[in-house]
């Protein structure tokens, strides 16, 4: 991350959580898409109602609307304030922190992956009721749902009410393995891409080598986070598993555990 000490720590908190929201309102769309894709059982519904990322994305919009592609979207800027400030904020100086503690290469690749493990699994364990309302307004719609919230507010005081608490953390601990896994693998393979085209002839820290080293974080994070990715967003938008492994078997049991949508992953 380039020029960090010259930002303060509020500082780099408060860029990185504006950017992630205004990522969050171009993005919403295709994780909704996203969303109803991984709910959906293709075992139990035959061959499913949606069918692709943009084929699920014109049904939505035909049988709902337009804006339907944006529900929860205000749960998804709060978690994106605390997920997307955090993760990002505390990556430089938790590394740096390791660097000294641990008398390892500020620079090595175990320093990096090892701190974006750290402020992903924070940041998302913070963040969880944030996204647990997103996915339950985003899942709104879909076959055989029923409306059962009135917006993100009534959606947090509803869960309360009902389910407790506690319910706000449901999905946990698949979430935070999905977050803190795309997290190192987003944040460490960029900064080492980065790092790695900086020494090639002819380039220099420019927008160019940062979208090269975003586009290669980006696929690599979605190529190991989306099964983890699923079983999270069917544990939170579905009451009928007891726990992450047995979701986890049963969605495999489906043949559905496998990278079903990959591209808004990264966005996150």
Known sequence: MAMTSEISIAGILASSAIAACF?????????????RLQLQKRAAEGSGKYRGLLGTVATIAREEG???LWKGIIPGLHRQ???GGLRIGLYEPVKAFLARS?????GSLFTKVFAALVTGAIAIALANPTDLVKVRLQAEGKAGTPRRYDGAFNAY??????EGLAALWTGIVPNIARNAIINAAELASYDHLKEIILKLPGFTDTVLTHLI???????FAVSIGSPVDVV???????????NTFDCFFRTLKDHLLFIRVSSPIFFD
């Open 23 to 35: 990522a969050e309102l171009c993005t919403l769309p295709l994780d909704t898409a996203k969303v």
């Open 66 to 68: 337009l804006l339907a």
């Open 81 to 83: 304030c605390i997920y």
């Open 102 to 106: 641990y008398y390892v290469e500020d």
């Open 157 to 162: 005081y509803t869960i309360v009410k009902q």
């Open 213 to 219: 080293a975003g586009l290669g974080a980006g696929f």
């Open 232 to 242: 999270k967003s069917r544990m939170m938008g579905d009451s009928v598993y007891r």
